[in-house]
């Protein structure tokens, strides 16, 4: 079996996973609701989200690790310190165990371990905001992207608070326009705005 890489501060992944031999992990609308609730609770201290989808089998988050101190963070004595791979598992078992209580389930929900990879080029993580996004659509879900409910896409573009990366979001993209049109053109030319440079994003030279 192929290690995968420790999730280590400051660095930004695309983290991602399915049902467990493809079986649904949503099976229906409040179920979504109810694992960004969850994802809220578990991961909002050690993760910075700048996008996500949601669909029937499998998820998609873009996320950057927290590097402040967080070991007085955690309100459970029991827990010296938070990080972000306990707290990612803890998000996905305590998601697992409501789902087979509330579907008289047993077992795992998900594949395991979750997958992530790190997003390391500016052209990387230009890309797969949009590849998130678009997701629902490539996947048959709606016929256009902007129909798909259980996405970050209308919480970034939305005026109402929100736990997302938002305004990160349009200065990478230079503006909230540049943002729409780069999803909206389809043949995955750069963005024409120059980008920050992706030391701003990651604090890393």
């Known amino acids: 079996m192929r290690q995968l890489e420790a999730?280590?501060?400051?660095?930004?992944?695309?983290?991602?996973?399915?049902?467990?031999?493809?079986?649904?992990?949503?099976?229906?609308?409040?179920?979504?609701?109810?694992?960004l609730m969850k994802y809220q609770q578990y991961c909002s201290d050690v993760l910075e989200t700048f996008a996500y989808a949601l669909l029937?089998?499998?998820?998609?988050?873009?996320?950057k690790v927290k590097e402040k101190n967080l070991d007085k963070i955690s309100s459970?004595?029991?827990?010296?310190?938070?990080?972000?791979?306990r707290q990612l598992s803890h998000f996905f078992n305590a998601y697992a165990q409501a789902i087979n209580k509330s579907y008289h389930r047993h077992g795992?929900?998900?594949e395991s371990p979750f997958k992530r990879k790190q997003i390391k080029y500016?052209?990387?993580?230009?890309?797969?905001?949009?590849?998130?996004?678009?997701?629902?659509?490539?996947?048959?879900?709606?016929?256009?992207?902007?129909e798909w409910e259980f996405s970050s896409w209308h919480a970034i573009l939305s005026t109402q608070d929100t736990y997302l990366s938002r305004q990160q979001v349009f200065d990478w993209f230079g503006s909230r326009d540049?943002?729409?049109?780069?999803?909206?053109?389809?043949?995955?030319?750069?963005?024409?705005?120059?980008?920050?440079?992706?030391?701003?994003?990651?604090?890393?030279?």
């Open 178 to 205: 540049h943002l729409i049109n780069y999803h909206l053109a389809r043949d995955k030319k750069p963005v024409e705005h120059a980008p920050p440079s992706f030391q701003s994003l990651t604090g890393k030279p």
């Open 76 to 85: 459970d004595p029991a827990v010296k310190s938070l990080n972000a791979s």
């Open 56 to 63: 029937n089998n499998h998820f998609h988050f873009l996320v």
């Open 122 to 146: 500016d052209s990387y993580f230009t890309r797969i905001i949009r590849y998130i996004h678009l997701n629902p659509e490539n996947h048959g879900f709606v016929k256009d992207f902007r």
């Open 108 to 110: 795992k929900l998900f």
């Open 7 to 35: 999730i280590e501060p400051g660095n930004i992944y695309h983290i991602y996973n399915c049902g467990i031999n493809g079986e649904p992990i949503f099976k229906e609308k409040r179920n979504y609701y109810y694992f």
